[in-house]
């Protein structure tokens, strides 16, 4: 079923192709840098992120207005923070 949420998606017509860039070489940089441009003014940009950020799921692309990378990295520092906390 599709989340409520994608319907009010920024990316709802564009070519989803463009959120997910092939390598990690600066073509495919700007590529993301471009699908990032398109998320900083989602109306559900949040949302878009929990859901990409959900642990059981291995989301590639650009998702909530960042990288793959981008979120494991945020990941690993939000266990850290959780980690001290406990």
């Keep these: 079923m599709l989340d409520s949420w994608r319907a009010r998606a920024a990316c709802q017509n564009v070519d989803p192709d463009l959120f997910f860039p092939v390598g990690t070489g600066a073509p495919a940089l700007i590529q ?15 949302e878009c992120l929990r ?6 799921r291995q989301v590639t692309g650009v998702w909530g207005g960042l990288r793959e990378d981008e979120r494991r990295a945020l990941k690993r520092r939000d266990r850290r923070r959780a980690d001290r906390a406990n």
Excluded at 32 to 46: F, L, Q, S, T, Y
Excluded at 51 to 56: L, Q, R, V
Aim: net charge negative; hydrophobic share 35%; glycine share 4%.
């Design 51 to 56: 859901w990409a950020m959900d642990d059981s």
């Design 32 to 46: 993301a840098d471009e699908a990032k441009e398109i998320c900083r003014g989602c109306p559900v940009r949040e």
